[in-house]
Antibody
């Protein structure tokens, strides 16, 4: 059974960079679309982007080039970086994987990591 | 900035039927991309309850059903139970954003 686990700082200062890592276990990290999705407290889900295999990516245009994602297949990990954060970036961040293609449902989710942006 | 619009909340008595609409546009649902539905319990990650527009994964009760037409989709829950109290989200792909889009979310109260 595929399992995902987010890790990273729970508190980030405004204007700094938010960095999270997702460790994949129970399955291969190759040949899948790995996504980051966030949820501000009490609000809905927002797709941030995905990274595939050798590094091809697609990002939510609303993030205005602040986001980058990468995969480290040797460690079975993929990562998220979000620069110039503000309080509006406070959210639970989920790492996730679609079943197969990027049009498939997101069947595998991490438990979520709360990241608070505050000085 | 969700591009799929859902009603903020729906409610019903135990045993009743409720429906949740998901309204999109010609760049997502209307373009033929499949719609998936998720149930999210408080403090938990979302769980797929409908995939590929109408399909229920194993373990999802047949009280839940979904449909899609034109630029919209809908989820129906019949025989409402207290365990159905949760937030529900639709999701599709949008070719103008080149990525996933989620609905605004609907809270179901029994």
């Amino acid at each position: 059974q595929v399992q995902l686990q987010e890790s990273g700082p729970g508190l980030v200062k405004p204007s700094e960079t938010l960095s999270l890592t997702c460790t994949v276990s129970g399955g291969s990290i190759s040949n899948f679309y790995w996504s980051w999705i966030r949820q501000p407290p009490g609000k809905g889900l927002e797709w941030l982007g995905y990274v595939y295999n050798g590094g091809s990516t697609s990002y939510n245009p609303s993030l205005n080039s602040r986001v980058s994602m990468s995969v480290d297949t040797s460690k079975s990990q993929f990562s998220l970086k979000l620069t110039s954060v503000t309080a509006a970036d406070t959210a639970v961040y989920f790492c996730a994987r679609a079943t197969s293609t990027f049009l498939s449902p997101v069947a595998y989710w991490g438990q979520g990591a709360l990241v608070t942006v505050s000085s | 900035q969700s591009v799929l619009t859902q009603p903020p909340s729906v409610s019903g008595a135990p045993g009743q039927r409720v429906t949740i609409s998901c309204t999109g546009s010609s760049s997502n649902i209307g373009a033929g991309y499949t719609v998936h539905w998720y149930q999210q319990l408080p403090g938990k990650a979302p769980k797929v309850i409908i995939n590929g527009n109408t399909n229920r994964p194993s373990g999802v009760p047949d009280r839940l059903s979904a449909s899609k037409s034109g630029t919209s989709a809908s989820l129906a829950i019949t025989g409402l139970q207290t365990e159905d109290e949760a937030n529900y989200y639709c999701q599709s792909y949008d070719n103008s954003l080149s990525g996933f889009v989620f609905g605004t979310g609907t809270e179901v109260t029994v």
